[in-house]
């Protein structure tokens, strides 16, 4: 399941970033996001581990969210001959992989395991029982497009358009989409380690991102939220 990357360090104690890719539960792969992970080991000084869980729809829910948190659980548990610090371990990942990777971390503290220190989401979607018709926090009027541009307008909508056929493939017929691992925004985030969350202007995801920045401050967890322009 995991892919390492690394920077050449004789440090035995080192900091190390699980990465979760992104692409809707059935798209994306560690191929995709390499070159990010070789950066980041390189920045961090440390070691970055990529995922490769399963995809939907072949492996719907929790398949893919096993995985990643079995991958978790190997790295804390592997720690000292990675050299790794166990007192260091973050995870990260874009738009799915925000979503596992929130999701770990919520059950990290649920189970009393406090293996990950530290989480930086980029765009995750983090309520997945909101789509293009049911909007809870998705409003067109949040979006400055004051020249009616067509482009902006269609770009706005496209990823909450998928919503359904996402949700369709990625969880089997009935399941609650309230669950706090599938929509972990609507979890209790009181527990939740030093958080960064990354948005972006013209993204259907960020109104939902903006309410989890607002709900983690509230829960007094420690987190940073940039979005980009």
């Given amino acids: ?84 610090s166990k007192k260091k371990i973050g995870i990260s990942g874009d738009s799915a992989g925000g979503t596992f990777s929130l999701a770990c971390t919520l059950r990290d503290r649920a189970e009393g395991s406090r293996m990950i220190s530290y ?25 400055e497009n004051p020249h009616q541009d067509p482009l902006i307008s269609a770009e706005i909508r496209t990823i909450g358009k998928m919503s359904s056929s996402v949700l369709e493939w990625y969880l089997p017929a009935g399941t609650d989409t309230s669950q706090p691992y599938i929509s972990p925004l609507l979890a209790d985030l009181s527990a939740l380690p ?13 109104g939902s991102c903006e309410a989890l920045s607002k709900k983690l401050n509230e829960s007094g967890v420690e987190n940073r939220h940039i979005r980009y322009g």
């Avoid at 096993?66 to 990675?82: D, F, G, I, P």
């Avoid at 789509?131 to 949040?142: A, D, L, M, R, V």
């Avoid at 030093?194 to 960020?206: I, N, P």
Wanted: hydrophobic share 35%; with cysteine; proline share 7%.
């Fill in 194 to 206: 030093k958080t960064l969350v990354f948005t972006a202007e013209y993204d259907f995801l960020r």
């Fill in 119 to 143: 989480e930086a989401l980029i765009y995750p979607g983090v309520n997945l029982s909101e789509n293009i018709e049911q909007p809870t926090y998705w409003k067109e009027e949040n979006y």
């Fill in 1 to 84: 399941y995991l892919y390492q990357y690394e920077a050449p360090s004789s440090e035995k104690e080192r900091p190390c970033l699980v990465f979760i890719h992104g692409g809707g539960y059935f798209g994306g792969d560690i191929a995709t996001v390499e070159n990010q992970c070789k950066l980041l080991a390189q920045m961090i000084n440390g070691v970055v581990f990529s995922v490769d869980y399963p995809l939907s729809p072949e492996h719907p829910y929790p398949e893919g969210f096993e995985a990643c948190y079995r991958s978790v659980k190997w790295v804390y548990a592997h720690a000292e001959e990675l050299g790794v």
